[in-house]
């Protein structure tokens, strides 16, 4: 086994032990953390250095920035939704919102993990700078837009509970509609342009290995319908007051044309972005 | 030495026993004294609330001392002990200390997790040291249950849901808008329930109140209470979209909010939520305006609802309170039984007998020359000082044990020797 997979498994373990005592907390006391709470916070910063690590080292025994096939793609989004997440709850200090994305985390990591990560060489293409700056913004876009997500579904649980006037255990702790919404809003704000940014830099690479800015291959297509959605969603907001419950299916809907664009066509619908024509013809 | 509780609460007495055995606070020290003086009893304490009275006492002789703290309570409010003894309760030792840290952690109480219990508990524990019927055993123990009602307190959340109707309103409007600060207000019409609403809105941020009635010299009246404005009721309508909570509770018998008129508000108000609670009876707010998006509307079954819900929740942490007492019982229990003066002296003569031992061995060692007569001797000699020295302590325990005064000693004695506490009996 060779070092950064040994690194990618503790890393996954210190996880999953993170995930456990959110959850934990979450059942055993409201909104703001406990002891257990803030253990788990710990343990996942202490996984979040290890993954860096992961990804160190792995880069420097591929010799390519990480991200040229499903095993090292879904460690790359797992590593930039903890980032996001720890980033996030510097703010916040939400145990719910941990309780919530750690667990997402752990499957992304345990999918990779059941995917082959033997080193291949990969298409000279990779071979850019733009690729690594490309794959980062694209990614950090994303794990923005997973933490929107599951602060969409939150509120869409508390908004139910509080119309139905049926509280569930989950009312006492889950935080406010408005936090929710600020997050939701937040979110837009930081993803927008990094999606933005990661589809311009695309472009740009692409200009400048095949020569042509756009191919319309699937990948730039649903990235494109995905960033109309968020752009639509950031307008309304804006400028016609969309908020609470319409903002948050909008996260939800766009979440899961990013899971379309992200997976969906790299594994369905092959082309350029595929992981088969990532690795070398 | 034992600690026991004589007593009855509302779960075992109604209103009209109750009130007939309360203690007036303001005259504490006859009854106190005359608990004190009875022959069982070597310290103890009053608490008398409106929905419970207890005698906690501390004894030698946990059955005389019931019977005794039973007729007292009979006598002292002339109350025929037949009609009383059916409600009280007793409890002895471990139950009996159970039963106090459950009673200040409002474990016991009508409304699990109210605040006043322990409040409550702390003046009665006043007027004991006041009055000096309090000794080591009780100072100690009722110290002990406020620390474990303060421990459940803060790693429970048994105290943390609203349990009254009004505050329900203020816990329902943080979960929609977070904080109440810049919140504004919206009072329509007058009512007990719905002012105490309000004056919960503000003290919990709430920016400012607008007070609207039909007759607009009350809204006024009202408005100046609150430092709020008043409004003419006609113009209200005009105003909804300035304000994020809305409170009614007028008289009128058909709604004065109707759906179109909300959808209306809310556009204006480019869609910021809004929380509206209907008091009135007939309601005032037609209730399909809750399928509204972003508007709340809670009418006064709701808010029981919500109240019903909080309780349910607080008798769930009340289960984690249960563990906490637990804990805490077993290392209290431990430290009565080391109060004990027979064990006490045992071990103090064990202790002494060792360092005796100790010092022999170190001086046989090093005379290795003395013959067994000289020996026999020095072990004589050795065992009569201790002996001497220890004869009056011992003497002064064993008088001590009949009066309140005994703990101290044996405490004293415990914590100079610095001597083990005796193994827990339960283990």
Known sequence: MSVNILLFKITLILYSVSTVLYLVDVVRRKEKAGKTGKMARWILLGGFVLHCATLLVRYFEAGYTPVANLHESLSFFAWTLVGIFLLFDVRYRMTVLGAFSCPLAVILMLVGSTATTTIKEVNPALDSWWFPVHVTLAFLGNAVFTVAFIAGVMYLLQERMLKSKKFSALYYRLPSLDVLDSINYKCLSIGFPLMTMGIISGAVWANSAWGGYWRWDPKETWALITWFLYAALLHGRLTIGWRGRRAAIFAIIGFLCLLFTFLGVNLLLSDLHSFKAMQGR | MNILVVGLSHKTAPVEIRERVAFPPTAMEKPLHEMLALPAVTEGVIVSTCNRVELIACSRDSDACIGQLKRFLATFHNIPMEQLESHLYDYRGEEAIRHVFRVSSSLDSMVIGEPQILGQIKTAYGYASEFKTVGLILNRFLHKAFSVAKRVRTETDIASNAVSVSFAAVELARKIFGSLDDKKVLLIGAGEMCELAARHFLNNGASSVMVTNRTYERAVKLAEEFKGQAIPFDEFPQRLHQVDIVLTSTGAPNFILGHEKMEEVIRQRKNKPMFLIDIAVPRDIDPKVNKIDNIYLYDVDDLQGVVQANLKERHKEAKRAE???????????????????????????????????????????????????????????????????????????????????????????????????PPAEDN
């Not at chain 2, 109060?339 to 022999?360: F, H, S, Y």
């Not at chain 2, 050795?382 to 044990?401: D, F, G, M, R």
Request: net charge negative.
């Open chain 2, 323 to 421: 563990t906490i007492i637990d804990q805490e019982i077993g290392q209290f229990f431990r430290w009565i039984g080391s109060l004990d003066v027979v064990p006490t002296i045992v071990a103090l003569r064990k202790k002494l007998e060792e360092i005796r031992q100790g010092e022999l061995q170190k001086t046989f060692t090093n005379l290795k020359n003395l013959d067994k007569k000289e020996r026999q001797a020095i072990e004589a000699l050795t065992s009569a000082i201790i002996n001497k020295v220890l004869h009056q302590p011992t003497t002064v325990l064993k008088q001590a044990q009949n009066d309140s005064s005994g703990s101290d000693y044996v405490d004293a004695v415990r914590t100079l020797f610095d001597l083990e506490p």
